[in-house]
């Protein structure tokens, strides 16, 4: 799964790389949470092929919910059902971002303990995660929202959990984002885990664990306790 995650870079660096259509206004993150507001790149509202970056809250409420406060708002969606589940079926079909990150945290779990890992990609680059997001409106006004796609894990993530982000690769992205593609097959085809070899892992400061907690130091390596066998 993704329940956290990490984006620090400046907003020129993420407009360049994702070919932003204007450079958004970004603040260094290191400890991004679900409920919180988080940055989606999507395919311009008027049906072009512009790329902007919106804020929007994690956590999924589709048009069809009686509230936005009410009810299981999920921070995932998982790539074996997310093109037939009614939760997630026209958001796939018309409405795929991409949630920029530096890296995201997974936790291990050994008998009672649980050790998060900081996860990156090995070359440095930013990440581009498959998200999906909806437009739910009521008296209170329009609120988009949105959920990030999982996958099944590589080799890499495995031994830490059992899922992880679907991560699209460079020349993936606008094949996503295109608003125009009516053939789900293309975009199936990218919800698979990424080569193993892209990814590095290492464990980190335990205060991860504390949402209010967001500074650069969490992710400092730390040592891992499991290699010694330890579950304190």
């Known amino acids: ?29 290191y400890n991004i949470a679900p409920s919180q507001r988080v940055p989606v790149i999507r395919a311009q509202p008027d049906g072009g092929t512009r790329r902007v970056l919106d804020s929007m809250q994690w956590g999924f409420v589709p048009r069809f919910a009686k509230s936005r406060r009410e009810g299981t708002r999920p921070i995932n969606a998982r790539a074996e059902t997310v093109a037939t589940t009614p939760l997630f079926r026209a958001a796939f079909a018309r409405r795929r971002g991409v949630v920029p990150a530096d890296g995201f945290y997974e936790w291990q779990h050994r008998g009672k303990s649980a050790r998060p890992f900081a996860v990156r990609l090995r070359d440095g680059s930013l990440l581009a995660m498959a998200a999906l997001w909806e437009r739910f409106e009521d008296a209170e006004g329009a609120l988009d929202s949105c959920a990030i796609v999982t996958t099944e894990a590589n080799a890499a993530i495995a031994p830490i959990h059992d899922r ?22 293309p975009l199936r085809a990218l919800l698979r885990p990424c080569p193993a070899e892209w990814i590095e892992s290492y464990p980190v400061d335990r205060r991860v664990n504390d949402v209010h907690c ?9 040592r891992d306790l499991f290699s010694s066998g330890s579950d304190a």
Do not use: I, K, N
């Open 164 to 185: 992880m982000p679907v991560l699209l690769a460079p020349d993936a992205v606008a094949t996503w984002l295109d608003p125009t593609l009516g053939d789900v097959d």
């Open 214 to 222: 967001d500074d650069a130091r969490l992710l400092e390596p730390e």
């Open 1 to 29: 799964m993704c329940g956290r995650f990490f984006l620090s870079r400046s907003s020129a660096e993420v407009a360049r790389a994702f070919d932003l259509a204007e450079e958004p206004t970004l603040a260094p993150h």
